[in-house]
């Protein structure tokens, strides 16, 4: 299924299309809207919030972020101005051993390309979780 919001980059979206497109209740966006700088959504003559299709992913990692990640909205916040700007500070555990496993995944790729005489590359094994953190993770209701 093709993404709504890509056919027209320039379409206007209700609160409620938001809504339906993202599954994130309306008066969850009012509320995220006061803690989101970069979710302010333009208004009509008539005080009617209209989105555009840039609003519509700002909500979707937003979303991602709070219920997915467990962060608060300020975290959210930091994070999204973060990816903003291109930074890449704020990483989650999982994104960090992602992107750990990837450069292993390249860095053999490369040696298979040097050939045989390159010397063999041991795969240490993942290191453990610190002793003093806890992973929690939010039971869905």
Do not use: C
Not at 50 to 63: C, D, G, N, Q, T
Request: hydrophobic share 35%.
């Amino acid at each position: 299924m093709a993404d709504e919001t890509t056919d027209l980059p320039d379409r206007r979206y209700s609160i409620g299309e938001v809504s339906k497109l993202t599954g994130v209740p309306d008066y969850v966006l009012r509320q995220w809207e006061t803690h989101i700088t970069q979710l302010l959504p333009g208004r009509t003559r008539s005080n009617r919030r209209f989105y555009s299709a840039k609003h519509i992913e700002i909500v979707r990692r937003v979303k991602t972020f709070v219920r997915h990640e467990g962060m608060t909205l300020e975290g959210a916040r930091q994070r999204l101005t973060a990816e903003i700007r291109g930074g890449s500070a704020l990483r989650t555990p999982r994104e960090a051993l992602l992107l750990a496993q990837k450069i292993v995944e390249e860095a053999r790729t490369i040696l298979n390309l040097l050939g045989p005489e390159a010397p063999p590359v041991s795969t240490p094994p993942p290191p453990a979780p610190p002793d003093n953190i806890q992973i929690f993770r939010r039971e869905d209701r």
